[in-house]
């Protein structure tokens, strides 16, 4: 279709007739396929579909008003029958290190946690992918609240919208951005509800729009390996595998989806993940919880079973939480624990934690409602 058939169509009124408010479509979260859909659905052309994508995740429009290159009339007629959502925010909370935590209610219902952790030129978004989570492990906060649903596409790039509202990154800056990292770490198991993850993680990616390549984006699992080749080919992000134990019967104690996917099933998925050569490493991570799985005969043996896969250690300190049934490694051996690693020919840095004092450290989201439930049943 030419651009004077376009605009002879745009030309005519959209057809938003009868709409209800309950039926008000959020253009957030479509693919660009379905905002092209929906929008040739009510009546205007196909390019006028590239626009809105471009105000929304390019620009940073919250309403229609702002996008300035479709007519009023236009304008007006979508405000009518879209909504640019986000989600709301309930409580946001600023560490001493400036790592920042929002408290975010999701559309459907439900609370989530996301997180940002700055850097000198740069910073991470720590971004969630469900309510709650199902997998139980024991060394989690978020683990302790059981899977209340899935997030929607719209949810989980939502996060990312309003932390760049924050941060005041619209629109999307060319050269250095302070949200230039994204981790799938927050809340929740990313692998369990792959297909909203993969469809956000997408939209996110698109060049024309928020546009974070894939080598800045890590998507941490605890395990489901079915959907870890789906991520490598679908995504193509960096993996980060949450291994913490290194033989089956501690792993399956506190990372109980260890029952279902064992190590070495873990293990042959990231031997076949797509790392492109030596250039892309597979992170394992791997808390240090004293007396459990912090010995020097635990640094061998995770020496032994990653050989051969082109990977790096993150060994996070435990951080703990109201009630938490471990304690934090002593620094020796931590230290000891990362030496051999390292001298395995195997970077291991040592995570250092970030927003404690607001409890914004891994492992330690929940949904502030659950907490005060917690507090109120206790
Ligand atoms: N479900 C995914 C995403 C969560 S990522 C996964 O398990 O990988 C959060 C990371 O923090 C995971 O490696 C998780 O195991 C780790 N973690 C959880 N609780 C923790 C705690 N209390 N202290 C330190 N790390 C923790």
Same mark, same amino acid.
Not at 42 to 64: D, E, T, V
Not at 180 to 207: H, R, W, Y
Not at 284 to 295: H, P, T, W
């Given at each position: 279709?030419?651009?004077?058939?376009?605009?002879? =169509?745009?030309?005519?009124?959209?057809?938003?007739?009868?709409?209800?408010?309950?039926?008000?479509?959020?253009?957030?979260? @479509?693919?660009?396929?379905? @905002?092209?859909?929906?929008?040739?659905?009510?009546?205007?052309?196909?390019?006028? %579909?590239?626009?809105?994508?471009?105000?929304?995740?390019?620009?940073?429009?919250?309403?229609?008003?702002?996008?300035? !290159?479709?007519?009023?009339?236009?304008?007006?007629?979508?405000?009518?029958?879209? =909504? *640019?959502? $986000?989600?709301?925010?309930?409580?946001?909370?600023?560490?001493?290190?400036?790592?920042?935590?929002? @408290?975010?209610?999701?559309?459907?219902?439900?609370?989530?946690? !996301?997180?940002?952790?700055?850097? !000198?030129?740069?910073?991470?978004?720590?971004?969630?992918?469900?309510?709650?989570?199902?997998?139980?492990?024991?060394?989690?906060?978020?683990? !302790?609240?059981?899977?209340?649903?899935?997030?929607?596409?719209?949810?989980?790039?939502?996060?990312?919208?309003?932390?760049?509202?924050?941060?005041?990154?619209?629109?999307?800056?060319?050269?250095?951005?302070?949200?230039?990292?994204? =981790?799938?770490?927050?809340?929740?198991?990313?692998?369990?509800?792959?297909?909203?993850?993969?469809?956000?993680?997408?939209?996110?990616?698109?060049?024309?729009?928020?546009?974070?390549?894939?080598?800045?984006?890590?998507?941490?699992?605890?395990?489901?390996?079915?959907?870890?080749? $789906?991520?490598?080919?679908?995504?193509?992000?960096?993996?980060?595998?949450?291994?913490?134990?290194?033989?089956?019967?501690?792993?399956?104690?506190?990372?109980?989806?260890?029952?279902?996917?064992?190590?070495?099933?873990?293990?042959?998925?990231?031997?076949?993940?797509?790392?492109?050569?030596?250039?892309?490493?597979?992170?394992?991570?791997?808390?240090?919880?004293?007396? =459990?799985?912090?010995?020097?005969?635990?640094?061998?043996?995770?020496?032994?079973?990653? %050989?051969? *896969?082109? %990977?790096?250690?993150?060994? *996070?300190?435990?951080?703990?939480?109201?009630?938490?049934?471990?304690?934090?490694?002593?620094? %020796?051996?931590?230290?000891?624990?990362?030496? *051999?690693?390292?001298?395995?020919?195997?970077?291991?840095?040592?995570?250092?934690?970030?927003?404690?004092?607001?409890?914004?450290?891994?492992?330690?989201?929940?949904?502030?409602?659950?907490?005060?439930?917690? $507090?109120?049943?206790?």
């Amino acid at each position: 279709m030419s651009d004077t058939q376009d605009t002879i =169509v745009q030309e005519r009124p959209l057809q938003t007739e009868g709409k209800k408010p309950s039926e008000m479509v959020n253009l957030v979260g @479509l693919s660009r396929e379905e @905002l092209i859909e929906t929008v040739t659905g009510f009546g205007l052309p196909k390019f006028r %579909a590239g626009q809105i994508w471009h105000w929304i995740y390019h620009r940073g429009a919250k309403s229609f008003d702002e996008m300035t !290159t479709l007519s009023k009339s236009v304008r007006a007629e979508l405000a009518k029958i879209c =909504v *640019i959502g $986000r989600p709301d925010i309930v409580e946001e909370q600023l560490s001493q290190d400036k790592t920042r935590k929002w @408290l975010l209610g999701v559309a459907g219902g439900g609370e989530v946690e !996301t997180v940002y952790i700055p850097e !000198t030129d740069r910073g991470a978004l720590c971004i969630s992918s469900q309510v709650g989570c199902a997998l139980s492990c024991k060394f989690c906060h978020t683990g !302790t609240q059981p899977l209340v649903r899935n997030l929607s596409a719209a949810d989980i790039v939502g996060q990312m919208l309003v932390a760049r509202d924050t941060y005041g990154e619209w629109p999307s800056p060319r050269g250095s951005r302070q949200l230039s990292n994204i =981790v799938m770490m927050g809340m929740g198991e990313p692998l369990l509800n792959f297909d909203n993850v993969s469809k956000a993680i997408t939209i996110i990616m698109d060049q024309e729009g928020i546009s974070i390549s894939k080598r800045r984006i890590t998507l941490s699992t605890a395990g489901y390996v079915p959907n870890i080749e $789906r991520c490598g080919e679908e995504l193509g992000v960096n993996l980060a595998v949450s291994l913490h134990a290194v033989r089956d019967d501690l792993r399956d104690e506190i990372v109980p989806i260890n029952q279902k996917f064992p190590i070495k099933d873990l293990l042959d998925a990231c031997r076949r993940y797509p790392t492109a050569g030596n250039s892309r490493r597979i992170t394992f991570e791997y808390v240090m919880l004293r007396g =459990v799985n912090d010995s020097e005969l635990d640094a061998r043996e995770l020496v032994r079973l990653i %050989a051969g *896969i082109p %990977a790096k250690v993150n060994l *996070i300190p435990f951080n703990a939480w109201p009630g938490a049934p471990f304690e934090c490694s002593d620094d %020796a051996a931590i230290e000891k624990f990362a030496r *051999i690693v390292n001298d395995a020919g195997y970077s291991s840095p040592v995570r250092t934690p970030r927003g404690r004092d607001i409890l914004a450290a891994c492992g330690q989201l929940k949904s502030a409602s659950e907490r005060a439930k917690r $507090r109120t049943t206790a």
